[in-house]
């Protein structure tokens, strides 16, 4: 297939773009293995690279060695017993035919950190990074930065840079991973290095291996699906321009006959004989035909520094040209629309000088629309008008439809596993953090599958056993509401707790981290810390409070609902609600927090009946307990806590870590039928 044909070659060629400065080397690494890497302290710690065919290659980390020989397909692989080494500076050697040398290793505690665009978010841009940034020099606290994105094979070698932490990096860390970091750092006085990998928009599909999809028959079809419709794509591409051009030319749309520009798009044109049209919309009005060549003109004053009109964004399907004062700013030919059509953003810093001016300005779209009624958008308001130059009679022939645009790259099933996980297996590591899951909030109820699919993936393919793996609970987001409501971000909550089942992972709860109107929490330091205390307790032995309070049952007595909770530590409490929430931190924006129940100790609980119907109630605190009841519900059946996008909501422990969300129902979910 002709996709496949096109990545595989790509594949090929990313991996010896990678290699070529060791090309002449017989012996050769992957990217992972260079200077200022973290080993992980362990009994059995992968090495691997490749060699001549039978070459026998030996490597040394603080006088600890192993030797392998290199197989019929050039590879070679070791493990090195650093289980009680020191942290370093060491050099590894790694001697065949010829020795290569690694700098500046350490040996410590290597994670992985891997999401979409949260964990992504560097540290120069969270509360108090700049801060963090000015005092963050640390050559034990590092990270590699994956480089690189999807592929649609299987990549061997992968790219990417070790950094250690300084006020000129750390900066471009991932915030998440950084504060993780620094906290074990702190706390185990070790070196500690994160692996980072992360891309804005993912979903959890995209990170997870072919194979794995294959045994769950709904993603394997929806895998086959999106793969086929890629192949389908590069294929109907190549084939749509000469196929249309073939087209316009057999039924006389060929555009050989334009009028003179300057007659539409010239400042001073007059208005006459141009009719009022809206924008955004379609290319149409009364009296003029369907199809045809039009102009769309919209006349605007600027001020003298230009602000507050410019950037102006255009967007058309059509085979469209802009004009700035009559001069062309932007165009699209019949090759964009095979992708996303014209998408033109003018900005006066890239504007040819003089194009645009104070005062009276004209902007001017010729639109090419030979077959279907199309829509254009503009962030003009206008208002806005349009003239014919030239009419098309219906067509007797349907006309070529130009192929739809595919997912995007972080959409399309284990796309990113094989170009970004792939390269790293089976690099040692003690666990995994992860922060994702915002993409598939849409269909949160079938997270519960695919989340869990993942992380038991990533473990087979690693073998190093049920290894750590934590993640971060989706933090609020979207408007408050006053009253309780279905809510996806809430199912995909529950999705994320209930992959609590599986061995050896962990969840920290960012309720109240979110932004109702930024889906980009800029409040990272509690979300990496909350992370490694979870860490600390698990895997270091530390003797602290890891886990908010969980729900374990519901009994209902006299009209009100018992729940009881575990992971209370010293018992459960009611944090004191502020008087505003997040809007926008990033602009300073806040608004009056949108209470459930004023007046009740707890907040954020609703009941139901029999009917189904929610309403807030009352809750306090007895014990490991919290009795929930409302004066609307007489005979309650269910409970919900924090059951909302962005919920108001206060129940933690005395720790103060914060109870998750949770539901005693089973009523059908909303996000149950969207599936991949």
Not at 305 to 333: E, K, M
Not at 542 to 567: N, Q, W
Request: hydrophobic share 45%; with cysteine; charged share 20%.
């Amino acid at each position: 297939m002709l996709h496949g044909v096109i990545r595989s070659a790509t594949a090929a060629l990313v991996f010896l773009v990678a290699s070529a400065g060791v090309a002449r080397a017989n012996v050769r690494l992957p990217a992972i293995f260079s200077n200022g890497m973290v080993l992980q302290r362990s009994a059995r710690v992968p090495v691997w690279g490749w060699a001549k065919p039978g070459e026998q290659v030996r490597v040394a980390v603080d006088g600890r060695t192993a030797e392998a020989q290199a197989d019929a397909n050039g590879r070679w692989r070791v493990a090195l017993d650093l289980e009680d080494a020191g942290p370093g500076p060491f050099e590894m050697t790694v001697r065949g035919d010829n020795t290569l040398t690694i700098a500046n290793v350490a040996v410590g505690e290597v994670w992985l950190a891997v999401g979409q665009s949260n964990m992504e978010w560097p540290v120069a841009g969270a509360i108090g990074g700049p801060e963090a940034v000015a005092a963050s020099e640390n050559p034990l606290v590092r990270q590699f930065s994956v480089a690189g994105g999807v592929s649609a094979v299987p990549l061997e070698q992968g790219s990417g840079k070790w950094a250690a932490a300084s006020p000129q990096t750390t900066g471009k860390f991932s915030a998440v991973g950084y504060f993780f970091a620094r906290r074990l750092n702190e706390e185990l006085d070790v070196p500690v290095g994160v692996i980072h990998a992360g891309i804005g928009g993912s979903v959890v599909e995209a990170w997870t291996s072919a194979e794995a999809l294959d045994t769950v028959p709904d993603l394997k079809a929806a895998k086959d699906r999106i793969w086929k419709e890629l192949d389908d794509y590069d294929r109907r591409k190549a084939s749509f321009v000469p196929d249309m051009k073939a087209w316009i030319a057999a039924t006389g749309r060929a555009d050989d006959r334009a009028a003179d520009p300057a007659t539409f798009a010239g400042p001073d044109v007059a208005a006459d004989g141009w009719t009022p049209i809206k924008l955004p919309g379609e290319i149409a009005a009364d009296g003029l035909p369907r199809t045809g060549i039009f102009w769309l003109r919209c006349e605007f004053d600027a001020p003298a520094d230009l602000a507050g009109v410019f950037p102006i964004t255009c967007r058309s399907r059509s085979v469209a040209t802009v004009y700035l004062n009559g001069v062309v700013v932007g165009a699209a030919g019949l090759e964009q629309l095979t992708g996303a059509g014209l998408n033109l953003v003018l900005s006066k810093d890239r504007l040819p000088a003089g194009t645009a001016r104070p005062g009276r300005n004209v902007l001017a779209i010729r639109v090419v629309q030979p077959a279907t009624v199309e829509k254009v958008q503009c962030t003009l308001a206008g208002p806005w008008r349009i003239k014919l130059e030239r009419g098309f009679e219906d067509p007797t022939e349907p006309a070529p439809v130009p192929p739809q645009l595919p997912p995007g790259g972080a959409s399309i099933a284990a796309h990113l596993y094989q170009g970004m996980i792939h390269p790293l297996v089976p690099y040692g590591i003690r666990g995994a953090i992860w922060y994702q899951g915002e993409h598939n909030a849409a269909r949160g109820y079938h997270y519960r599958t695919a989340f869990p699919l993942l992380i038991t993936d990533w473990r087979k393919r690693w073998n190093q056993g049920d290894f750590p793996f934590y993640f971060c609970q989706l933090p609020g987001y979207g408007q408050k509401l006053p009253q309780p409501r279905e809510a996806p971000w809430a199912e995909l909550r529950e999705s994320q707790t209930l992959t609590l089942s599986l061995p050896n992972t962990g969840q920290a709860v960012l309720l109240d981290l979110g932004e109702s109107a930024d889906i980009h929490p800029r409040n990272k330091q509690p979300a990496g810390e909350r992370l490694a205390r979870i860490a600390l307790a698990r895997d270091y032995g530390k003797k602290i409070p890891y886990s908010g309070p969980r729900y374990e049952s519901l009994k209902i007595a006299g009209g009100k609902a018992v729940v009881t909770f575990t992971d209370v530590a010293g018992g459960l409490v009611a944090l004191p609600l502020p008087a505003t929430y997040d809007v926008e931190t990033l602009k300073g924006r806040t608004a009056p927090l949108v209470r459930t129940s004023p007046g009740s100790e707890v907040e954020g609980f609703a009941v139901c009946g029999a009917d189904k119907v929610w309403h807030w109630a009352d809750a306090t605190i007895e014990g490991h307990t919290v009795i929930v009841s409302s004066a609307a519900v007489s005979a309650p059946v269910a409970v919900r806590y924090a059951w909302a996008d962005n919920p108001t909501c206060n129940l933690a422990n005395d720790a103060g870590l914060l109870a998750a969300p949770f539901r005693t129902d089973d009523f059908p979910a909303v996000t149950a039928s969207r599936k991949y």
